[in-house]
Nanobody
Framework: VQLQASGGGLVQAGGSLRLSCAAS????????MAWFRQAPGKEREFVAA????????KYADSVNGRFTIGRDNAKNTLFLQMNSLNPDDTAVYYC??????????????????????WGQGTLVTVSS
């Protein structure tokens, strides 16, 4: 499985960006998917996750209400709409796939453990 993240860039505080993650496999619709991010000098952290069917989503408290995760299973694509960006959102953003057998306990989607494949990352820089 190959994941290709895109959409990062430089944006001013208060602005918006939309990240995309294209998956190489048609079995994408059976994967739980997530976004993580890693800021300079910090550990990788959970941002958002979505169940394989799209019916359940999870968000980190720091982005809840500002970011929206979505997927288009027909196009094998994961999205992250990011609004009201602030400098603390500056990081490399990674998409990740939990492939079958996927985790049944959806609260576990916040953990990086269990994601089998990772994209290469896309840099988001928010200026103040």
């Amino acid at each position: 499985v190959q994941l290709q993240a895109s959409g990062g860039g430089l944006v001013q505080a208060g602005g918006s960006l939309r990240l995309s993650c294209a998956a190489s496999e048609r079995t994408f619709s059976s994967y739980h998917m997530a976004w993580f991010r890693q800021a300079p000098g910090k550990e990788r952290e959970f941002v958002a996750a979505i169940r394989w069917s799209g019916g359940v989503t999870k968000y980190a408290d720091s982005v809840n209400g500002r970011f929206t995760i979505g997927r288009d299973n027909a196009k094998n694509t994961l999205f992250l709409q990011m609004n009201s960006l602030n400098p603390d959102d500056t990081a490399v953003y990674y998409c990740a796939a939990d492939t079958p057998p996927v985790r049944a306990i959806l609260s576990e989607l916040r953990s990086a453990r269990g994601y089998d494949y990772w994209g290469q990352g896309t840099l988001v820089t928010v200026s103040s």
